[in-house]
């Protein structure tokens, strides 16, 4: 099976701007979730999809936002992009919404905002 | 609310030598508990979890952990140490009641010397 695909790998973009992340899910899963990754803050969470509803949402400002499709991909997007959002942003997938289930990640996508 | 800390956010050990990363949750409610790797540019790995049944875990790579409740830790072992093992580790935790959503620790940097 391929895993979790996320695009773009990387982006550059510049304050103000806005942007929009990718993830394609391993077949089959149904819950997808989203982490921010930065040197200070470490790995923080956004929020988690499943069936194409917000299940659960971290403490992030409303300037990101994301949603799930019936084929259970999923975009979030970042707008009036600031500074301190350049991070790895990384998903998740997992086949339920459930403690239990095991979330597999995928590579992430590497903002840069300048 | 659950959280994670990870005691040493670097470790530094010999080719062949115990590895031990040190993690201690709190939780007001049974957790399930992971041990994630990240190499770099990468996304993160599963290394195992503890999801109630046996408290000694085994997962890939020969790492291991113990779940401990007196002591509320759950620390990630490994006998001998290869050059590969070099990379870093995270310990999570999720509350079975909040779906997939995993609240990390800050991350132990294993180095491996030869």
């Known amino acids: 099976k391929a895993g979790v695909t996320q695009t773009p790998r990387y982006l550059i973009k510049t304050r103000g701007q806005q942007v929009t992340l990718s993830c394609s899910p391993i077949s089959g899963h149904r819950s997808v979730s989203w982490y921010q990754q930065t040197p200070g803050q470490g790995l923080q969470f956004l929020f988690e999809?499943?069936?194409?509803?917000?299940?659960n949402k971290g403490n992030f400002p409303g300037r990101f936002s994301g949603r799930q499709f019936s084929n259970s991909r999923s975009e979030m997007n970042v707008s009036t992009l600031e500074l301190g959002d350049s991070a790895l942003y990384l998903c998740?997938?997992?086949?339920?919404?459930?403690?239990?289930?095991?979330?597999?990640f995928g590579p992430g996508t590497r903002l840069t905002v300048l | 609310a659950q959280s994670v800390t990870q005691l040493g956010s670097h470790v530094s050990v010999s080719e062949g030598a115990l590895v031990l990363l040190r993690c201690n949750y709190s939780?007001?409610?049974?957790?399930?508990l992971f041990w994630y790797v990240q190499y770099p540019n990468q996304g993160l790995q599963l290394l195992l979890k503890?999801?109630?049944?046996?408290?000694l875990v085994k997962g890939i790579n020969g790492f291991e952990a113990e779940f401990k409740k007196s002591e509320t830790s759950f620390h990630l072992t490994k006998p001998s140490a290869h050059m590969s093992d070099a990379a870093e580790y995270f310990c999570?935790?999720?509350?079975?009641?909040?779906?997939?959503?995993?609240?990390f620790g800050e991350g132990t940097q294993l180095t491996v010397n030869p």
């Open positions: 999809y499943f069936s194409e509803t917000q299940r």
């Open positions: 503890y999801t109630s049944a046996a408290t």
């Open positions: 939780s007001s409610v049974p957790p399930y």
């Open positions: 998740a997938s997992s086949l339920m919404w459930e403690g239990t289930d095991t979330q597999y």
């Open positions: 999570a935790v999720s509350d079975p009641a909040s779906g997939s959503r995993l609240t």
